[in-house]
């Protein structure tokens, strides 16, 4: 497994947090604890998509902290994906968008899912985790 990968966080456009998952951290939160982060994250996004000088801005893609990295990626639906990261991690971007692939694939083709409603998708949850384990330079060639 990928060691540098903390956590993984998917929030739907109205901030829920719709699926979550940890990667061993060493300070693994409870839901409560998760909820909050993702909300949070959802806020902070928003606040800067309208504080940012930058016309068009998207929102913060990357927030660094001494013990770790945060790393965002918005599809055009709203719909957030980030990971929490080791810091000075590379190619999270390009991890950020598989996952994505991974979920219009998995989760939005899954005919039993409804939008906007936590990820229980047994397929989505298989590839996610060969993806994480898969060794970060298979992710250079995307």
Known sequence: MAAAIYSLYIINKSGGLIYYKDYGSA???????SLRVASLWHSMHAISQQLSPVSGC????????????????Q???????????E???????????YIYELYTDYVLKNPFYEMEMPIRCELFDINLTQAVQKDR?????R
């Open 87 to 97: 810091p000075g991690t590379q190619h999270m971007e390009s991890l950020l968008k």
């Open 137 to 141: 330079v298979a992710f250079l060639g």
């Open 75 to 85: 599809s055009l639906t709203g719909t957030k994906f980030f990971v929490v990261c």
């Open 27 to 33: 300070g693994r939160m409870d839901t409560n604890d």
């Open 58 to 73: 998207s929102g913060i893609e990357l927030l660094q902290a001494d013990t770790f990295d945060l790393h965002c990626y």
